[in-house]
């Protein structure tokens, strides 16, 4: 069945350290979303690609998608305490029985100041 | 504007004891709802989603139950809680397809003891 899989699983960082997580599919992705969830809090919609190959950036996060639309990559330069928590990746295969997003178990992300 | 509300927002019971959760959505009309659990550390798991009144889907067999009463009301539910049904329980919505994004309720946190 359809799988996603996110690696690491906990990342620790200096404050400055760039910071980078990987998601994979078992199957062709329809798109792919990216969410954050602080400790204690509930996940929060960062950015969703679509294109092939696409690049998408929010300041100093910057998201691709493979050209197979099977990947996806987080990548976090000169991370900043603010950047602590989870960040999942979900994929939407419009192939699969329900139709629903497929979420990463996640990455744990700690800076240290 | 939109706004998803879930209580309780803490949940202390004894296994073997009943289980209703509820989310309501504000600000929009016929609305994907979901329910996820998140274990300590973990991923989300979805246990149950639903695309109308009446209409549920459910992931994964288990000893819960979910119901839509109302268009923008989502309820989640147990006869019997196991410990293993501890966890973080969040309320999601979105709109039109299941490949837009989600966004989440502050979710429950329930203790089985």
């Known amino acids: 069945g359809q799988q996603v899989m996110q690696i690491p699983q906990y990342q620790h960082v200096q404050e400055g350290e760039d910071f980078t997580t990987y998601c994979n599919s078992s199957t062709t992705l329809s798109n792919i979303q990216w969410y954050k969830q602080r400790p204690g809090g509930h996940p929060v919609f960062l950015i969703q690609l679509v294109k092939s190959g696409e690049v998408k950036k929010q300041k100093r996060l910057t998201f691709q998608f493979g050209e197979a639309k099977k990947n996806s990559s987080l990548h976090i330069t000169a991370t900043q305490t603010t950047d602590v928590g989870t960040y999942f990746c979900a994929g939407y295969d419009r192939g699969s029985t329900l139709g629903r997003l497929y979420f990463g178990r996640g990455t744990q992300l700690t800076v240290w100041p | 504007s939109q706004t998803i509300h879930q209580w309780p927002a803490t949940l202390v019971q004894p296994v073997g004891s009943p289980l209703s959760l509820e989310c309501t959505v504000e600000g929009t009309s016929n609305p994907n709802l979901y329910w996820y659990r998140q274990a300590a550390g973990r991923g989300l798991q979805l246990l149950f989603y639903s695309v109308g009144i009446g209409q549920i889907s459910s992931e994964v067999p288990q000893n819960l139950s979910a119901s839509r009463p109302q268009d923008r009301q989502f309820i989640l539910s147990s006869k019997k809680l196991l410990l293993s049904d501890s966890g973080f329980y969040l309320c999601?919505?979105?709109?039109?397809?299941?490949?837009?994004?989600?966004?989440f309720g502050p979710g429950t946190r329930l203790t089985v003891l």
């Open positions: 999601a919505w979105n709109l039109e397809g299941p490949y837009n994004e989600q966004f």
